[in-house]
């Protein structure tokens, strides 16, 4: 089935740094998403991409479609104790049709630590 | 926010047990999924459904199953419940675009 591939698997910052980390596929995405999980809670929806080439931000976050559709990455900036968390990308292939319509294809995730 | 209440929060059962984790949303979205989620792992979609009448099987469904009683209401149920079973479910409402809105879970843990 899909995959995304996302990177880093984790990453160590101190406060104030700013973040960067992607999601590439092999195959062509028409949606990208971006969640953030807090320990024990469910992931909460950061930012939706639906055109290649589109940056879109959410206060300190911003998240691009890639050109080639087939990658996203998410940067946040001067990162605080509370960005804390497993951030996931997510997609759904451009050419799904049958059972893979409507399913989201979701990256293994990055877990993030801010150290004050 | 779809406004999604997930019940209970918290389970601990015994293995062989049948148990039923229950999800309602507010905002009226056609489109509601099951997740699981194991410590350290991603998520895992068990069954989805697209409207009252339509269910749909994910990656993970056996052992699982699931019944959408309204639109707002959308049940899934461990027939036999079994020690691998212990995971994070989550609940997904979603519009007919691709934006899934996830309850807070529910922490279930067989014994």
Redesign the interface.
């Given at each position: 089935?899909q995959q995304l591939n996302q990177s880093p698997q984790s990453m160590f910052i101190q406060e104030g740094e700013d973040v960067s980390m992607n999601c590439t596929s092999s195959s062509i995405f028409n949606?990208w998403?971006w969640?953030k999980q807090d320990p024990?809670?469910?992931?909460?929806?950061l930012i939706?991409l639906?055109k290649a080439g589109e940056l879109t931000s959410n206060g300190r976050l911003t998240a691009q479609f890639g050109i080639t559709r087939k990658d996203s990455f998410l940067n946040i900036s001067a990162s605080i104790p509370s960005d804390v968390g497993i951030y996931?990308c997510?997609g759904?292939p451009t050419n799904a049709g049958g059972?893979s319509y409507?399913?989201?294809t979701?990256?293994?995730?990055t877990i993030l630590t801010v150290h004050p | 926010d779809a406004d999604?209440t997930q019940t209970p929060r918290n389970r601990i059962t015994k293995t062989g047990k049948r148990i039923m984790l229950e999800c309602s949303q507010t905002k009226g979205h056609d489109?509601m999924y099951w997740y699981r989620q194991d410590p350290g792992?991603?998520?895992q979609?068990i069954y989805?459904s697209?409207d009252v009448k339509d269910i749909?099987k994910?990656?993970i469904s056996d052992g699982y199953s699931v019944s959408r009683q309204a639109q707002a209401k959308f049940s899934l149920s461990l027939e036999s419940a079994i020690p691998n079973q212990t995971a994070?479910y989550?609940c997904?409402p979603a519009w007919d675009?691709?934006?899934?809105?996830?309850?807070?879970?529910t922490?279930l843990t067989v014994t």
């Open positions: 089935g949606t998403l969640y024990g809670e469910g992931p909460v929806l939706a639906y996931f997510a759904h059972t409507g399913k989201l979701f990256g293994q995730g | 999604v489109r792992l991603g998520l979609l989805y697209f749909n994910g990656e994070l989550f997904a675009k691709y934006e899934q809105y996830f309850g807070p879970g922490r």
